[in-house]
């Protein structure tokens, strides 16, 4: 299947906790405005991604699992490769970085100053 994206939705995660509840958020708010969400997976970018068309447009939706809260500013290579590069320049993207606090005493951020600036660059 050859399908020719307008619109990206990248969603970049820190674990497989969070990559298994977006893919969940997903289906449920595809079934819930009865949007026809389909999965597939792409052989040569190796994994997998949602997808659904609308009268206006055709969207993919990608999700990175980073595997560590510290290597989501490092995330840019997996968007560029991933996603910008392979769709071209006509489908326009919005990321999402989305991480959880496992406790809500200390700072919400492990992140250096700067990092969430230098991803934002990197990204567009």
Known sequence: MCLKFSRGYAFIVEGETEQVFYSYLLQYIGRKHQIDLQKSFDPNLYEPYFWFTT????????????????QIPNSYSWFISQCS???????????????????????????????????????F
């Open 55 to 70: 009268e206006k447009e055709t969207v993919i939706i990608k999700i990175n699992k980073v595997g560590t809260i510290t």
């Open 85 to 123: 590069e392979p769709y071209g320049h006509n489908c326009k993207w919005d990321v999402f970085l989305c991480y959880d606090t496992d406790n809500y005493k200390p700072d919400i951020s492990k992140f250096y100053k700067g990092n969430w600036e230098l991803l934002r660059s990197s990204l």
